[in-house]
């Protein structure tokens, strides 16, 4: 089945599981499960999940119409998560920047390459711009944090930090993203009671020097805004997924 979209990429859906590739990747004491789809192209974006109980295959559908339109992708469980489990109680954002830069390098993944990321993950790749060259940022109900909470672990206070008011106000991403020339999409939603506003915004506002930016607000949805669209506003999810293929197609 095709659905025309607004502007005009055709979105097909299809209950077909594409081939694909598992990977592993040693990251310190554990050891990182991932895959990429399909098994036999170089992936060109990077998906990270978020915090919470999510993984990897939160994605996979998502994935599977990326593929479609000949967009290859890479995506692995963060310690603690899915397949690759582990402590998450002990990691922190640290730890999660070098388990995201240990599965670019190990995977040699070419630049610039693109990136999508969620919640948690979006700030884990807004670090990654501080590595490496990336053409396509894509960021879903995206979160910041404050420095001060990089280097704590999940379980020893990180919580306290990122419950100050407005603490995400101190995070490095500003300045970070004041430095990307790339393009930047940002998919929050309406009744988001996770992320602040605030964030969206300061995200939006703080990428000046973006070749192209732009901000989706998803009416009606949650945090769980891909899971919200796809159920309650069909339109609405083909109008995002064809605003990411457009972006992450354009290859200049």
């Given at each position: 089945m095709t659905l025309d979209s607004s502007d005009g990429v055709p979105i097909r859906v299809t209950n077909e599981f594409s081939e694909k590739r598992f990977f592993q990747v040693d990251v310190g004491t554990c050891t990182l499960i991932g895959d990429l789809i399909p098994k036999s192209s170089p992936p060109r974006v990077l998906i990270l999940h978020g915090a919470g109980n999510s993984h990897r295959g939160d994605y996979r559908l998502f994935r599977e119409q990326l593929l479609i339109h000949g967009i290859s992708s890479v995506a692995f469980d963060f310690v603690g998560h899915g397949d690759t489990g582990g402590e998450l109680?002990?990691?922190?954002?640290?730890?999660?920047?070098?388990?995201?830069?240990?599965?670019?390098d190990s995977l040699n993944i070419q630049q610039p390459f693109s990136v999508i990321a969620a919640s948690m993950g979006a700030y884990t790749a807004v670090k990654l711009l501080e590595f490496y060259q990336i053409k396509s940022l894509v960021l879903l109900v995206p979160a910041m944090y404050t420095s001060m909470a990089y280097t704590v672990p999940f379980n020893a206070g990180f919580t306290d930090i990122i419950r100050q008011p407005e603490s995400w106000g101190h995070s490095d991403a500003w300045d970070i993203l004041s430095g990307y020339r790339g393009r930047l999409l940002i998919i929050a939603a309406e009744n988001d009671k996770v992320i602040p506003k605030g964030v969206i915004n300061k995200i939006y506002d703080s990428a000046v020097n973006a070749k192209e930016r732009e901000l989706f607000v998803a009416p009606r949805a949650s945090h769980f805004v891909f899971t919200d669209l796809r159920s309650n506003n069909p339109d609405?999810?083909?109008?995002?997924?064809?605003?990411i293929v457009e972006m992450l197609k354009n290859r200049a």
């Open positions: 109680k002990s990691s922190n954002l640290l730890s999660r920047t070098r388990q995201a830069c240990s599965v670019v609405g999810f083909c109008k995002v997924l064809a605003q």
